[in-house]
Nanobody, 116 residues
Framework: QVQLVESGGGTVQAGGSLRLSCATS????????MGWDRQVPGKQRELVAV??????HYADSVKGRFTLTADTAKNTVYLQMNNLQPEDTARYFC???????????WGQGTQVTVSS
């Protein structure tokens, strides 16, 4: 069973930084594309970043500011977020995507709030 536990959210001022962490239930990186989504109440969940193998994809809105990394030794995925802006305010979810939608998993999420 895939378990994802996020941490590291909080409140920062615009221009600040946060690092989100996602602890996984084991050695799943070889079987899943790992990433982060975010969601604002009333809006659709959107992809922030995802890594599969050596390739990482970022949403245009976060390119150059956010960095996704995976530490296989610690079974942990990180999202380093720099130069945060109020529009980055959302609940951030760690994701694990398998070969099909029936094998997609999400954590409970962690709130990020950026004040102007």
């Amino acid at each position: 069973q895939v378990q994802l536990v996020e941490s590291g959210g909080g409140t920062v001022q615009a221009g600040g930084s946060l690092r989100l962490s996602c602890a996984t239930s084991g050695r799943i990186f070889s079987r899943y594309a790992m990433g982060w989504d975010r969601q604002v109440p009333g809006k659709q969940r959107e992809l922030v970043a995802v890594i599969r193998g050596t390739r990482t994809h970022y949403a245009d809105s976060v390119k150059g500011r956010f960095t996704l990394t995976a530490d296989t030794a610690k079974n942990t995925v990180y999202l380093q977020m720099n130069n945060l802006q109020p529009e980055d305010t959302a609940r951030y979810f760690c994701t694990a995507h398998g070969l099909g939608p029936e094998d997609d998993h999400w954590g409970q999420g962690t709130q990020v709030t950026v004040s102007s």
